[in-house]
Nanobody
Framework: QVQLVESGGGLVQAGGSLRLSCAASGTAVSDNVMGWYRQAPGKQRELVAAITRGGSTNYVNSVKGRFTISRDNAKNTVYLQMNSLKPEDTAVYYC?????????WGQGTQVTVSS
C-alpha cells in the first residue's frame, strides 16, 4: 500500500520560511515524478513544483526564486523549502507522486501566511 505523508505546515508571518516534507512508503520517490500542489479556498488545485526521476525541477512562476523542491532518496522523502512566504501562498499543500500508470496523493498540510 502506497502512502504519502506530508508534514511541516503551519502558521508563519509574511517573509518567513517553512519546509514541507513528504515521506513515502510503498513506492520509491526516485521512481516517480514527485510534485507539490496547493489549493486555496475557492480556487483550483495548482502544481507548485515538481521533480522528475532524473532530478530536473520546475516551478510555477509565482514561486520561482522562493521555493525549492528536493529529494532524499535514502530517506524516501521529498521536500519543499519555502522562503519569503506571502499571504497568497496560504493554501493546503499536497504531495503527489505519479508514473505512467499510477497517481498517489497525500492528505495535505495547511500553510497559512499572515500579513
Amino acid at each position: 500500500q502506497v502512502q504519502l505523508v506530508e508534514s511541516g505546515g503551519g502558521l508563519v508571518q509574511a517573509g518567513g520560511s517553512l519546509r514541507l516534507s513528504c515521506a513515502a512508503s510503498g513506492t520509491a520517490v526516485s521512481d516517480n515524478v514527485m510534485g507539490w500542489y496547493r489549493q486555496a479556498p475557492g480556487k483550483q488545485r495548482e502544481l507548485v513544483a515538481a521533480i522528475t526521476r532524473g532530478g530536473s525541477t520546475n516551478y510555477v512562476n509565482s514561486v520561482k526564486g522562493r521555493f525549492t523542491i528536493s529529494r532524499d532518496n535514502a530517506k524516501n522523502t521529498v521536500y519543499l523549502q519555502m522562503n519569503s512566504l506571502k499571504p497568497e501562498d496560504t493554501a493546503v499543500y499536497y504531495c503527489n507522486g505519479r508514473t505512467l500508470l499510477t497517481v498517489y496523493w497525500g492528505q495535505g498540510t495547511q500553510v497559512t501566511v499572515s500579513s
